[in-house]
């Protein structure tokens, strides 16, 4: 069974600054899809950035891009020009390609998110 | 606008009784999930269904039962077997036929605390 591991429980960034969030994951397959969600405190949950496996070049969304690093298993999150609208939890979370239609979501602990203007 | 609405938003219950979570989506989605939200525990998978009548069990199904009797529709009921009901439950869907890295469609959740 895949898993999702996040490392840091707690984060903080000043408003402007960079913050990079790490996740690595666990499997055996060599198709799959990654995805960073975010969760407000309106508890809404909101899709950030997805990756495919297969594409080497990292996907990026506005100020939001990833560094994925296949071999090491590791897609890390990195939000540029923090802004207060960004403090939130973030979770990792994984998918297999195989299933067909069983969408199945694996997702890490989270990362709580703090943004000090 | 088409949307997945969870109601209510806070649910509580007395220890030992069976409490029904509601959700109900409007975006024509094939498939729909529940899942469960503890703190510091992320989300876990309780029940998906990827048709009407069909429905499998997820990774934490023991003390849970929905049912898939129309499309738009895919109530989770909290029986008394489930020995922590007390959590944030989220509903999702997704759409038939769209590609593999789309992403779910989650509802603003449930909280449910029973005592």
Redesign the interface.
């Known amino acids: 069974a895949q898993t999702v591991t996040q490392s840091q429980p707690e984060m903080s960034v000043q408003e402007a600054e960079t913050v990079t969030l790490s996740c690595t994951y666990d499997t055996s397959e060599s198709d799959y899809y990654l995805f960073w969600y975010k969760q407000p405190p309106s508890r809404q949950m909101i899709l950030v950035i997805r990756q495919e496996a297969y594409k080497q070049q990292n996907a990026t969304e506005n100020r939001f891009s990833v560094n994925f690093q296949k071999a090491a298993k590791s897609f890390s999150l990195k939000i540029s020009d923090s802004q207060l609208g960004d403090a939130a939890m973030y979770f990792c979370a994984y998918r297999s390609y195989s299933g067909g239609s069983n969408y199945k979501l694996t997702f890490g602990k989270g990362t709580l998110l703090t943004v000090n203007p | 606008d088409g949307g997945i609405t969870q109601s209510p938003k806070y649910l509580f219950r007395k220890e030992g009784q069976n409490v029904t979570l509601s959700c109900e989506q409007n975006l024509n989605h094939d498939?729909m999930?529940w899942y469960r939200q503890d703190p510091?525990?992320?989300?876990?998978?309780i029940y998906?269904s990827?048709i009407v009548n069909d429905f499998?069990k997820?990774d934490i199904a023991e003390g849970y039962s929905v049912s898939r009797e129309k499309k738009e529709s895919f109530p989770l009921t909290v029986t008394s077997a489930q020995k922590n009901p007390t959590a944030?439950y989220?509903c999702?869907s997704?759409g038939?036929g769209q590609s593999?890295?789309s992403?779910?469609h989650?509802g603003?959740?449930t909280r449910l605390t029973v005592t």
């Open positions: 498939a999930y510091g525990q992320g989300l876990r998978l998906y990827q499998q997820g944030f989220l999702a997704r038939k593999y890295n992403p779910l989650f603003n959740g």
